[in-house]
């Protein structure tokens, strides 16, 4: 059988469309503001740069090597011990679990898309309680956006890397930069707009501590997709010969440069007519559409062309946090691509549901623990200890466990000198901080 592989753009820009998600646009622009904005940005960009970039190669490598799926590619990459490192590969169930409530926010989107066509909020105040309401009291409609969010994940992934998610991408992510870039440009025409660049890019350094470095540190994981096996599976895919370097490049720069400008547009947006920065998770679902409605007709546009491209963001992630599973039901159990998508599918699906009832008046009661609902709970577990978890067994797999001479070999012509500041980075720094990262938020720092 002849394997679909990516093109060369197809792999960057579905490697990227998993890095673009929710968290670009809809996660970093409020934590940056509550975490004080430039001291907070500086540091994530320095995680970026020293850890996430040199985990990102680590990860394509695995998946460029093992040619398989995630599980596989440890097995087969490990020198010896196959049969434990394989475990290394469940990372990729951290995806499925992301999925239970990224699908429930992606429905919350295109809920947002639809009303926002007719009408926008007048206050602060009434876009609280809109939100609110959707959010406490309508399960049907949570649980019919969600449905919609599932079917058209599952139709992409059973289309396949090429006729389903490199096309999708292909379309999806110019779509998405157009629509950003476009209000970008609009944002920088307005006076305000100097105060966005001053907040994000001024550093204040009272507003930093060690709980801002551990969500910046955090954030630079979730946001670059790493630790989960969705950019090793899609390297799987990578063509032959391709640079490992000059891909994880660009899908860092592209990752980070759409946050930021999101950043930037949004700020200059609740600056100009709203609020300010600082306004925890609903900033995008609240503050902004109350911003927007300040616009009249044109705020309804960009408004619609806003959730368009966020729903856009977030599709493009999802299928990479569902992909690694269903490549190991295929390659591992010899399931059809349709089988397997559909399972993964319904099982995110399924949980969604909870995820949806874990925050409805009547139900909520039944699904919190501890303080945190099941939503919050599977947010929490991901995003702070599965996916830095991953981080820290792939960069000690490729800095101890893999013959150094078979790295080497591949990456020392591509990175050049750079090539032992990498290796350095896998063996050492990576995993000092990951570890400080996890102890932290496990509560024992
Ligand atoms: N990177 C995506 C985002 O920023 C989320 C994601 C995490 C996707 C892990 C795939 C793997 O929203």
Do not use: C
Request: aromatic content about 18%; cysteine-free; glycine content about 10%.
């Amino acid at each position: 059988m002849k394997i679909a592989r990516f093109s060369r753009v197809g792999f960057i820009l579905a490697a990227a469309g998993s890095a673009v998600g929710l968290g670009n646009i809809w996660k970093f622009p409020y934590i940056a503001g509550e975490y004080g904005g430039g001291a907070f940005v500086l540091v994530y960009l320095l995680t970026v740069l020293l850890i996430g970039f040199s985990i990102m190669i680590a990860e394509m490598l695995i998946g460029y090597l093992g040619r398989k799926d995630t599980v596989t590619s440890f097995e087969e990459l490990a020198p010896s011990h196959k049969e434990k490192w394989k475990f290394a590969g469940f990372q990729g169930l951290a995806g499925l679990f992301i999925m239970i409530f990224y699908s429930v926010v992606i429905g919350w989107i295109f809920n947002y898309i639809v009303t926002s066509i007719t009408s926008l909020p007048a206050t602060v105040k009434e876009a609280e309680t809109t939100f609110s309401a959707m959010l406490h009291t309508d399960a049907l409609t949570q649980i019919f956006y969600h449905t919609t969010a599932f079917i058209w994940i599952t139709y992409v992934l059973t289309k396949g890397i090429k006729g389903g998610i490199e096309k999708m991408n292909f379309f999806l992510m110019p779509a998405l930069m157009l629509i950003l870039g476009g209000m970008f440009l609009y944002a920088t025409t307005l006076d305000t707009f100097s105060q966005a660049v001053t907040f994000m890019f001024a550093p204040d350094w009272s507003k930093i501590n060690s709980n801002a470095f551990v969500v910046a540190v955090g954030h630079a994981f979730f946001t670059l997709s790493l630790g989960m096996g969705a950019i090793m599976t899609y390297s799987a895919s990578m063509e032959k010969d391709s640079s490992l370097v000059k891909n994880a490049f660009w899908v860092v720069f592209l990752d980070t440069t759409i946050a930021i400008v999101a950043g930037l547009m949004l700020f200059t947006f609740l600056y100009e007519y709203g609020s300010g920065p600082a306004q925890g998770p609903g900033l995008v679902f609240i503050s902004l559409p109350a911003a927007f409605y300040e616009l009249g007709t044109l705020g309804n546009l960009f408004a619609v062309m806003f959730f368009v491209a966020l729903a856009f963001a977030g599709l493009t992630s999802s299928v990479s946090l569902v992909e690694p599973m269903v490549q190991y039901f295929i390659d591992r159990f010899g399931w059809s691509r349709l089988k397997a998508s559909i399972a993964m599918g319904t099982f995110f699906w399924f949980f969604g549901l909870f995820a949806i009832f874990s925050n409805i008046d009547g139900y909520k009661e039944f699904l919190t623990w501890g303080g945190k609902s099941f939503f919050d709970w599977v947010d929490y577990v991901t995003a702070a200890i599965m996916l830095p978890l991953g981080g820290l067994v792939m960069a000690v797999f490729v800095g101890f466990v893999m013959e150094k001479e078979r790295v080497e070999t591949l990456m020392r012509p591509q990175l050049k000198w750079a090539f032992d500041a990498w290796y350095f980075s896998l063996r050492y720094i990576t995993p000092v901080a990951m570890f400080i990262v996890i102890l932290s938020l496990l509560g024992i720092l």
